[in-house]
């Protein structure tokens, strides 16, 4: 991990709400906005990488993963592992609010995009 992945773990600012239980800070929704706003007035990279890591990777294992994805990945994500995302579709790019995919589920409750 480079110095300013570690500083930011070492800090608890790659976990905020996540709960105290899996090595997080158990603070809030606007404890982390906070942060992130304070980090984008140095770096914005660096608030990016905060803000995927809490709102999109850790708040998403919490609210969808399994017991078992849970115990596995939310210590870790607290401590020293960096968690990402992909967005990319044709005609979209990078853009999230141009992506047309959608999983529905089919009569056996499989999911198909």
């Known amino acids: 991990i480079n110095a300013e992945y ?3 773990f070492d800090a608890g600012l790659m ?8 090595g997080g800070a158990g603070a809030s929704f ?3 906005v906070i942060a992130i706003e304070e980090l984008a007035k140095v770096d914005a990279s660096v ?3 905060c803000d995927v890591q809490n709102t999109l990777v850790v708040t998403g294992l ?4 399994s017991d078992e ?8 994500l607290a401590a020293d592992t960096v968690g990402s995302f992909c967005l990319s579709e044709a005609g979209s790019g990078s853009d999230a609010f141009a992506l047309a995919t959608r999983a529905v589920p089919d009569a056996d409750g499989k999911m198909f995009t």
């Open 62 to 65: 919490r609210q969808w993963g």
């Open 69 to 76: 994805l849970k115990q596995r990945w939310l210590p870790r």
């Open 47 to 49: 608030s990016v990488c």
């Open 15 to 22: 976990a905020i709400e996540l709960e105290e239980e899996f």
């Open 30 to 32: 606007v404890s982390a």
């Open 6 to 8: 570690g500083g930011m």
